[in-house]
T-cell receptor
């Protein structure tokens, strides 16, 4: 069966510090991978998605970046965090535009 | 930008009652999906309805889709306290992406 992992679960970082969030998927090959951000009490904002290794589509211009170094690994990064980067970050995988399977999320607080 | 808009934003009902949530969208779609999110957790897929389908059932869930009105509804029958969560619709306009609405917060009181 397929599983999706995200870590860390929670993170508190100072403004200006770097960020690296990791997401890995097991039990499937060549999935579409997605990074979303969710502000408190709001819906999901798609940040990046990837249909294959090294292929990244950016949906929202900002100081975040994403990379897919391996088929089932998706990394969200920032060189310098802003206060506005605080939120709940969710990774998901899917096949084409079918149902998406979400990880448990990372709660990021930038102070 | 978000395409799906859920209505109402929040809903509070008694256990055993039915809960209806609506979703409107703007562009043509391949499918529409409903998800559930418990507080502080990831989303869980509930049901997918394709653009050529009008109604779909899964257990206590019933989803309708009206492509002419660009709207969908999610009905949860005989609600339980455990149904308390946020519910999101998501549209697939094509291109491997989903566009999520802002969600409906459902509270079921026991």
């Amino acid at each position: 069966s397929q599983t999706i992992h995200q870590w860390p679960a929670t993170l508190v970082q100072p403004v200006g510090s770097p960020l690296s969030l990791e997401c890995t998927v097991e039990g499937t090959s060549n999935p579409n991978l997605y990074w979303y951000r969710q502000a408190a009490g709001r819906g999901l904002q798609l940040l990046f998605y990837s249909v294959g290794i090294g292929q990244i589509s950016s949906e929202v211009p900002q100081n975040l970046s994403a990379s897919r170094p391996q088929d089932r690994q998706f990394i969200l990064s920032s060189k310098k965090l802003l206060l506005s980067d605080s939120g709940f970050y969710l990774c998901a995988w899917s096949v084409l535009d079918g149902e998406q399977f979400f990880g448990p999320g990372t709660r990021l607080t930038v102070l | 930008s978000q395409q799906g808009e859920e209505d109402p934003q929040a809903l509070s009902i008694q256990e055993g009652e039915n809960a209806t949530m609506n979703c409107s969208y703007k562009t043509s779609i391949n499918n529409l999906q409903w998800y559930r999110q418990n507080s502080g957790r990831g989303l869980v897929h509930l049901i997918l309805i394709r653009s050529n389908e009008r109604e779909k059932h899964s257990g206590r869930l019933r989803v309708t889709l009206d492509t002419s009105k660009k709207s969908s509804s999610l009905l949860i029958t005989a609600s339980r306290a455990a149904d308390t969560a946020s519910y999101f619709c998501a549209t697939a306009p094509g291109g491997n992406k989903l566009v999520f609405g802002a969600g409906t917060i459902l509270r079921v009181k026991s």
